[in-house]
């Protein structure tokens, strides 16, 4: 192996290294992104080379750079696509989030501490809202670009001020409150995310609502008091698909979103601290 060959490949495991890290910034890393993503970013690489001189890319011609990339980059995104799903079960309660969804297929977990009482993290999370949130407006459209969805609707940017607990009173934005104590804050969402499709249920119809075809999902916010002034808050986003073709449908969604929707949780944690740490 040459020099040229040794410093080509330190520099794939740096970028590789620095993907990962980016993709933990933005939500803790799941094993079906990383290899979907990874897969995507190995065949563009690929149709990149066709693009470089032999010399610049390693390949003795452009045809074996592509290849390669198909190849390995497609294995790759195969296997976090089809990447098989476990279900998981809460045997002992703790939190009302497990009393709505004791079993889940899908979820996702963030924490922070905060320098501030509880009960000041609570009322700084009254007023987040989604324009607190970089990005959030960028990520919506590529979600709806996504979905087809190519022109912009001419309110879309307005529930952007709104704050998030009233969004999710509001009837047309597919989300309802489940459960709102002093400590922990549960709502959901049921029908069918991958086709913007959601059907608005009462607090005492999730749990036994089974529409075929369809997921439900529970979100929750929790702030603890840690003690010294500090509060520990975390949220946490479940999935439960109703059946088999709904957990296949949604196994797939979830692997490609899973990035945005860590980075929009972890930024809404970001946004209470910086409120709730206000002198």
């Known amino acids: 192996m040459t020099g040229a060959q040794l410093m080509r490949g330190a520099a794939a495991v740096l970028l590789a290294a620095g993907g990962l890290a980016w993709m933990n910034s933005l939500g803790s890393l799941q094993l079906p992104s990383v290899l979907a993503y990874s897969g995507i970013v190995i065949l563009c690489g690929g149709i990149v080379t066709v693009f470089l001189p032999a010399k610049w890319s390693g390949f003795s011609r452009r045809f074996h750079g592509l290849l390669t990339g198909v190849v390995f980059g497609g294995a790759l995104f195969a296997a976090g696509w089809f990447w098989p799903v476990r279900t998981v079960h809460i045997s002992a309660p703790a939190t ?21 009482p509880a009960e000041h993290v609570r009322e700084s999370l009254h007023t987040v809202s989604f324009a607190d949130i970089g990005m959030m407006q960028t990520l919506v459209r590529i979600r709806a670009i996504a979905m087809g969805q190519l022109r912009r609707p001419a309110n879309q940017g307005a529930p952007m001020s709104v704050p998030i607990l ?56 929790v702030m603890e008091d840690a003690g010294g ?8 986003t479940r999935v439960a698909a109703i059946d088999e073709a709904a957990r296949r449908k949604m196994a797939k969604y979830w692997t490609l979103i ?22």
Request: hydrophobic share 40%; glycine share 8%.
């Open 166 to 221: 009233e969004v999710i009173k509001d009837p047309r934005s597919g989300l309802f409150p489940l459960e709102d104590t002093p400590g922990e804050l549960v709502f959901g969402l049921a029908g069918q995310p991958w086709h913007n499709v959601a059907v608005r249920l009462k607090p005492e119809e999730f749990c036994a609502w089974a529409r075929p075809g369809a997921v439900k999902i529970a979100v929750n916010f």
């Open 258 to 279: 899973y990035p945005g929707t860590g980075m929009v949780r972890r930024r809404l944690l970001e946004a209470v601290r910086v409120r709730a740490e206000k002198p």
């Open 96 to 116: 009302r989030l497990d009393a709505f969804m004791p079993t889940y297929d899908f979820h996702e977990r963030h924490e922070l501490a905060i320098h501030a």
């Open 229 to 236: 002034g500090w509060s520990r808050v975390f949220t946490e």
